[in-house]
């Protein structure tokens, strides 16, 4: 139904800033929302922030707010995450995910239902 691919991570120094980027494509007509989740190994996974696709409404991690911003273009079927004040407990594989069923802004993974492949961000202290 819906294909994400994740893009952008990388090398970052601590304090820097980086944004991720979330390509979506198929039905996006069906999206209700738009999640960014990490996991470190050995860790489970964690969610970061949430935008609903229609609304725009948002939700964020204790953990990231402040220094993390979530947006989406409807237009262009993107979603993407722009990350500040890196620190080294960022450092995790980035997924993209979304959410064709709840009704409001999911913080759960098993309440979304297409993930991308992740992308690697590592931030060295």
């Known amino acids: 139904q819906v294909q994400l691919v994740e893009s952008g991570g990388g090398l970052v120094q601590a304090g820097g800033s980086l944004r991720l980027s979330c390509a979506a494509s198929?039905?996006?007509?069906?999206?209700?929302?738009m999640g960014w989740f990490r996991q470190a190994p050995g860790k489970e996974r964690e969610f970061v922030s949430a935008?609903?696709?229609?609304?725009?409404?948002?939700l964020y991690a204790d953990s990231v707010k402040g220094r993390f911003a979530i947006s989406r273009d409807n237009a262009k079927n993107t979603v993407n995450l722009q990350m500040n004040s890196l620190k080294a407990e960022d450092t995790a594989v980035y997924f993209c995910?979304?959410?064709?069923?709840?009704?409001?802004?999911?913080?759960?993974?098993?309440?979304?239902?297409?993930w991308g492949q992740g992308t690697q961000v590592t931030v060295s202290s």
């Open positions: 935008v609903k696709w229609r609304g725009g409404s948002t």
């Open positions: 995910a979304a959410d064709f069923a709840f009704s409001g802004l999911p913080r759960i993974p098993s309440q979304y239902e297409e």
């Open positions: 198929g039905t996006i007509f069906s999206i209700n929302a």
